[in-house]
């Protein structure tokens, strides 16, 4: 922000509206209505030069003609006039939203010269600005709707964050119906000056503030966000519902790396380095949103499910696969307990079946049982069958969550037999979900969250060794120079030593110098980077007869490029490590199963910097490759230290050198046998 007074602008004691209006249909009418009859009692000036009075009020020409400080105005006039109006303002107003569309937003350049023009004015003057081209806000303990969205939102713990101000109407609706509220309501618009970093700051430091949700088409400032995303993940759970998942038109990428880091996986992987809980969809972002509002995350990852309907009981245990979150292993003196209660055809084992003519005293009674035990979350499900009291049911879980610390959720699976029941649990923070999957699903996300939260913070910083960095840019200036685009390979065994990282012998084709064989004949050019794709590499060649057809072979499809000889080497498995550097987060690296099939199988995960070898360590173990490093059918496992070691050195290079645009090793052999990994080839991009 421009100045800090966060106060006055999302709890102010004065406002203005410049544009307030009683016509039919107007956005400036909305947004008066909504400010002057949801019941905000700070005091607010009208301003239309064209009116004398407005709904029995005061009207002024301009801001100057009220002759006092305001804490905030809000702005809903033709954006030509907006400019012009804040700069006049600017000694009495500080804060500003600007509703106005016709910024950055369109086509051509004239709303984004105005927009750098409001900008300017916003920095000369010291002013803090929302939007352009914003719904507005909405602060529900204040009674304050600032926006044209109609009505207002229950007071609340979530802090909502949108570029959309169409999905924040609908958010809010769907809401209203779950008795569920919210801290505030901010549409940020083109996000010129105040965005999703600002806000996801202000929202971390408010006690009121539970959870805080974004929905976000674009990131302003990646490497801020990050900062700040981390720290405030730490203090409360952050969801996002991130759109533009899929490019009509993808560019020519260069390198496998390029390939497989698209904007979507790049930003998954922030969002986790980060312990942002990401949405898939929007249902999904509501869930969570309702979940993480009402509950507390499950104390450890055992989850047990009690049900009366053992097919909605089989699709909830489907739903615990591949999840952190897992079905609790009861020990046979639980179980036994269990079964002295119930029916001879009811199950004890978990997910406890307790039959569809359980009345409220099976329910009570098992939980009473599993409530001794260490269970980090209870899912109680339940289908209203014609015997069944889910009123009843639902008071008997109501009281059971109450008197412990664990994490419990329902699935009360129908219509209008469980509406009731479902309102009086949610009256008392117990979410229901329509669906068992979506529970488990929500709940997994909700522990994952948890288990960053009590993670130490990392504290890992790189330091810059100058000197190595000099080298590798001296590469580089040489390779621009010649107007190349990418270093040739006996360049990047220069860059590798530096990093401590071992390349496969290399001899040129014009030394004449004794070679191993068997051996490979490659192209090592700038312009043939895929060499398999475009026939530059000869693999197998057995004898110096071979080498002599090889070369010539490879000089007539390749006429003034170098070639370069490379012992064929023993394949054992063929890893793939790489960077992409991203436009608005940095460098990324990717990381998996390599070898000419890499974009084919995508078996890789994707790592964001700064780390340290441990912290590799523990991504590999859980990563797509984790099983290399596990013995598997008496064979053994490969050194995840060592991999994790090349990584870490891999990314300080990523960070030491911002030249280096992408970059990967495809293939790193690795071996489980005592040989040490090396790379056999090497691309960097700059």
């Not at 800090?4 to 410049?18: E, M, Q, R």
């Not at 408010?206 to 720290?231: D, H, P």
């Not at 980077?529 to 071979?546: A, M, P, S, Y």
């Not at 080497?569 to 890499?598: A, C, H, N, S, W």
Request: hydrophobic share 40%; glycine share 8%.
């Amino acid at each position: 922000m421009a100045n800090d007074n966060w106060k006055n602008f999302f709890s102010p004691a004065s406002l203005a509206i410049v544009g307030a209006t009683d016509g039919i249909g107007k956005v400036g009418t909305v947004i008066t209505k909504n400010i002057l009859e949801q019941g905000y009692k700070g005091k607010v000036f009208l301003v239309n030069p064209g009116r004398k009075e407005l709904y029995g009020r005061q009207c002024y020409a301009t801001i100057k003609d009220i002759g006092e400080e305001i804490d905030l105005a809000v702005i809903v006039i033709p954006a030509p006039l907006v400019n012009e109006v804040i700069k006049q303002a600017a000694n009495q107003v500080k804060n500003f939203i600007v509703i106005s569309a016709g910024f950055s937003e369109i086509a051509g350049e004239e709303g984004k010269k105005r927009e750098e023009e409001l900008k300017a004015i916003a920095q000369e003057n010291k002013l803090n600005i929302l939007g352009p081209n914003c719904l507005g806000l909405i602060n529900p303990s204040l009674k304050l709707n600032a926006t044209f969205a109609g009505g207002m939102p229950q007071e609340g713990n979530i802090g909502l964050i949108s570029q959309s101000g169409a999905l924040v109407v609908a958010i809010l609706d769907i809401f209203a119906k779950n008795n569920l509220g919210f801290s505030k309501v901010f549409s940020i618009g083109n996000k010129m000056q105040l965005g999703e970093v600002e806000l996801i700051e202000y929202l971390g430091n408010e006690a009121g503030t539970k959870v805080i949700g974004l929905y976000l088409e674009g990131i302003k400032n990646g490497q801020e966000f990050m900062k700040v995303a981390s720290r405030v993940s730490k203090l409360k759970p952050i969801v996002i519902l991130k759109a533009g998942k899929t490019e009509k038109a993808q560019k020519a990428i260069s390198s496998h790396t390029g390939a497989l880091a698209c904007s979507e996986a790049v930003a998954q992987a922030i969002f986790k380095k980060c312990g942002i809980i990401e949405a898939e969809n929007i249902e999904e972002f509501i869930n969570l949103l309702y979940l993480l509002s009402l509950t507390s995350p499950p104390l450890n990852n055992s989850a047990v499910v009690v049900t009366n309907a053992g097919g909605a009981g089989v699709l909830t245990t489907d739903a615990f696969k591949d999840k952190e979150i897992k079905l609790a292993e009861l020990s046979e003196k639980v179980k036994e307990k269990i079964r002295l209660i119930l029916p001879e055809a009811a199950s004890a084992e978990n997910p406890i079946d307790v039959l569809g003519d359980a009345h409220e005293d099976r329910y009570e009674n098992v939980l009473k049982i599993l409530g001794e035990e260490n269970i980090g979350a209870f899912i109680c499900v339940l289908t209203p069958q014609e015997q069944t009291p889910v009123i009843k049911i639902a008071e008997k879980i109501i009281s059971f969550a109450d008197k412990g610390e664990s994490t419990v959720i329902t699935s009360f699976i129908g219509g209008e037999k469980v509406k009731s029941a479902i309102k009086n649990l949610e009256k008392n923070n117990i979410p229901n979900f329509f669906f068992p999957e979506q529970a488990v699903k929500a709940l997994d996300s909700y522990y994952h969250w948890k288990i960053y939260q009590s993670e130490k913070v990392n504290e890992t910083e790189i330091k810059i060794n100058l000197e190595r960095r000099k080298k590798v840019e001296t590469i580089i200036q040489k390779a621009r120079a010649e107007k190349r685009k990418a270093l040739l390979f006996s360049e990047t065994v220069k860059v590798m030593k530096a990093y401590q990282i071992q390349t496969v012998e290399t001899w040129s084709a014009e030394t004449g110098k004794l070679v191993r064989f068997p051996a490979v004949v490659k192209v090592d050019s700038d312009k043939v980077l895929h060499k398999t794709d475009k026939q530059g590499v000869i693999l197998n060649i057995k004898d110096r007869n071979e080498l002599m057809r090889a070369i010539e072979k490879m000089k007539s499809l390749f006429p003034g490029n170098n070639l370069i000889i490379q012992p064929m080497l023993e394949r054992q498995t063929e890893l793939i490590i790489g960077i992409k550097r991203d436009e608005t987060f940095g460098p990324v690296m990717v990381l998996g199963l390599g070898g000419i099939y890499t974009e084919i199988f995508k078996m890789v995960d994707f790592l964001a910097p700064p780390f340290n070898a441990g912290e590799v360590e523990k991504f590999l173990a859980k990563s797509k490759i984790g099983f290399l490093f596990k013995e598997t059918r008496g064979k053994e496992p490969f050194r995840i230290r060592e991999v994790a070691k090349i990584v870490e050195h891999l990314g300080v290079l990523a960070q030491e050198n911002p030249e280096i645009k992408e970059f990967d090793i495809n293939p790193l052999l690795v071996y489980n046998d005592g040989r040490e990994a090396t790379a056999v080839d090497v691309k960097i991009i700059i």
